[in-house]
């Protein structure tokens, strides 16, 4: 079946460093990919995504690429905030019966001042 | 525009009990779909509403069932609650099913089951 494999955290980084959030996925089929970010109390926002290979998905700074070759979708950012703090989670969606959302464990980070 | 809501917001069971959780959807979304976010996990796939019709299942038990309404609002129905029935529900909806749709997801409704 389809699955999702993230970095586990929680990852702690210094305000202005670079961000890498690695993520791998196993499908069939030739899935969607995303991205989505939980803030603590809250639900869960879509960051960006990407709906083929070597699209490249981007928002609020962050990016990331669909990889085939690699079956990845690795998250970056180049700086990040204290407001970036959070938990990841990479996902993938394949085509066919109920969309069918996989999602990773998650990734925590947390950016210090 | 609204987004998704969903209540209530929190809840307490014991086991055995049933519960019934509640969604409305985005404005427009005719698609809806239920995950349980058990802590510090990620989100799993319970199923998926397109118009009013079961349209994809994920792994779980006969005891987990669901409704779509008309207006494309959505009930998530749990019998015979277990302690491991305690998690965050949420609730997405999507403007179609496809695979590239982007899911809006609701806050949840935390469940504890005592």
């Known amino acids: 079946g389809n699955s999702v494999t993230q970095m586990e955290g929680p990852v702690t980084l210094s305000e202005e460093a670079f961000l890498t959030i690695n993520c791998t996925y196993t499908?069939?089929?030739?899935?969607?990919l995303f991205w989505y970010v939980q803030y603590p109390g809250e639900g869960l926002q879509l960051l960006l995504k990407?709906?083929?290979?070597?699209d490249k998905g981007s928002n609020k700074g962050f990016e990331a690429t669909y990889r085939k070759e690699t079956t990845s979708f690795h998250l970056e950012k180049g700086s990040v905030q204290v407001s970036d703090s959070a938990v990841y989670f990479c996902?993938?969606?394949?085509?066919?019966?109920?969309?069918?959302?996989?999602f990773g464990p998650g990734t925590r980070l947390s950016v210090l001042p | 525009e609204t987004g998704v809501t969903q209540s209530p917001t929190h809840l307490i069971k014991t086991r055995g009990q049933q519960v019934t959780l509640r969604c409305s959807s985005q404005?427009?979304?005719?698609?809806v779909s239920w995950y349980q976010q058990a802590l510090g996990q990620g989100p799993q796939f319970i199923f998926q509403?397109?118009?009013?019709?079961?349209?994809g299942r994920g792994n779980f038990p006969p005891r987990f069932s669901g409704l779509q309404f008309p207006n494309y609002s959505s009930e998530l129905n749990v019998n015979a609650l277990e302690l491991d029935d305690s998690a965050l529900y949420l609730c997405?909806?999507?403007?179609?099913?496809?695979?590239?749709?982007?899911?809006?997801f609701g806050p949840g409704t935390r469940l504890l089951v005592l």
């Open positions: 997405a909806s999507s403007q179609a099913r496809g695979a590239g749709e982007t899911q809006y």
């Open positions: 499908a069939t089929g030739y899935p969607s």
């Open positions: 990407a709906t083929k290979a070597d």
């Open positions: 996902a993938l969606s394949d085509k066919g019966y109920g969309q069918n959302f996989v």
């Open positions: 404005s427009g979304h005719n698609t």
């Open positions: 509403y397109y118009r009013e019709e079961e349209n």
